[in-house]
């Protein structure tokens, strides 16, 4: 795991949702709970300003490094406001997901993970969606200029992996996947079916628009009814994944009603695909996720344990001294004791349910342009 105390500087303000307490927070639960004792923590590397040019315009670089209010680049607005040292901890949040994508190319683990990262929304020349530089599309440039032949990226946050996606939607190399509340109730208003990769990477964008109220059963459902097959079907050499954990029933910013337990589900099926058909190596981040006292530890403390090769138990019981840290808001076990068996698609669908709906566009929109058939058996 990539982590220092430097990357919870990630800082808009006091009354900004994305509170830096997400990572310190979720880093204390792990280590109560012996997460940590099984995995090495490493600090990531001095900021290469070249990696990060490899996605983002120079002369945004400069304007961040400025920390001053520019609304040609996006900063400075209620979603993005600038704050001191914004550009040093953006660029140290950068490089500790490249770190994890070094050491995963580079074979000293199978696993690594930056639960500060996942900043999916940014683009080359602006911030947005709390975003300052796209940490995942610098580690996949990175990847790809080591020679990685092909990097699937997937995508669980509630919102649309929008500059992910825009970054490689012409690069038949990449194949990014997105599971996300439907672009007609939320932001960034992307993310439909019918966006399926560039006139030279036609079907390598995949995206799967959910209906807002989608739980546990109808997310796994449509996982599963996508995911695997896209994945087989590219044959990717390297799986890098983002968990944003806003889909939560409690997330304040989205609709969907996924439990910690369906999302830790999530996460093991992550690392069963990335075993299965990239020899195990999985780089993974974190992502949104904005109930930071009761959902944001208990879910990314799961990710850890799963990266780590000892998934927690669900029904461990969290520790008092961390309990006490957190205050009357404090969950008592990593558990939302949920149900997460789904229906398969293999015994067909409902042309009538909104969930089926949209797991149909989208493998009639992709699954052809993959070798795939779109229908249900």
């Not at 990060?52 to 900063?75: C, M, S, W």
């Not at 209620?78 to 914004?86: C, G, H, I, K, W």
């Not at 901890?89 to 050491?103: D, E």
């Not at 975003?131 to 990685?148: E, F, H, R, S, T």
């Amino acid at each position: 795991m990539l982590y220092s105390d430097e990357l919870t500087r990630y800082d808009f303000g006091p009354l900004h949702p994305m509170a830096p307490g997400r990572v310190r927070n979720t880093i204390a639960l792990a280590r109560a709970l012996g997460v940590l004792d099984r995995m090495e923590v490493v600090a990531p590397p001095e900021v290469d300003l070249g990696l990060i040019r490899t996605v983002h315009d120079a002369d945004y670089v400069e304007a961040v490094q400025k920390a001053e209010v520019n609304p040609v680049f996006g900063l400075g607005t209620s979603d993005n406001p600038v704050f001191a040292q914004m550009h040093e901890i953006s660029a140290q949040v950068v490089m500790a997901t490249v770190a994890a994508a070094q050491s995963v190319w580079n074979g000293t683990t199978k696993r690594a993970c930056n639960i500060s990262g996942g900043l999916h929304h940014a683009m080359p020349r602006n911030t947005s969606g709390f975003c300052v530089y796209n940490d995942i599309a610098v580690a996949i440039k990175w990847l790809l200029a080591q020679g990685c032949e092909r990097v699937a990226y997937v995508d669980v946050d509630v919102h649309h992996g929008d500059g992910v996606q825009a970054i490689f939607y012409n690069d038949p190399r990449v194949m990014t996947i997105s599971l996300h509340e439907t672009p007609m109730t939320l932001f960034p208003g992307t993310g439909f079916p019918h966006e399926t990769g560039g006139p030279d990477a036609i079907g390598s964008a995949v995206n799967v628009a959910l209906p807002p109220g989608t739980g546990d059963a109808g997310w796994l459902r449509a996982f599963h009814a996508v995911v695997p097959e896209v994945l087989h079907a590219f044959r990717p050499t390297v799986l890098v994944t983002q968990h944003g954990c806003d889909s939560h029933f409690s997330d304040p910013l989205a609709e969907l009603n996924l439990t910690i337990d369906g999302q830790r589900a999530s996460y093991l099926a992550m690392a069963a695909l990335a075993d299965e058909l990239c020899e195990g190596r999985w780089i993974s981040t974190g992502g949104g996720g904005y109930s930071v006292l009761n959902v944001v530890p208990r879910a990314w403390t799961h990710l850890l344990g799963v990266v780590s090769g000892h998934p927690v138990d669900p029904d461990t019981v969290i520790p008092e001294a961390w309990r006490d840290t957190i205050g009357d808001e404090a969950p008592t076990v990593m558990t939302d004791h949920a149900d997460v068996s789904f229906p398969d698609v293999s015994s067909g669908y409902n042309p009538a349910d909104r969930l089926d709906q949209a797991i149909i566009a989208t493998r009639k929109a992709v699954f052809p342009e993959l070798g795939l058939d779109p229908e249900f058996y």
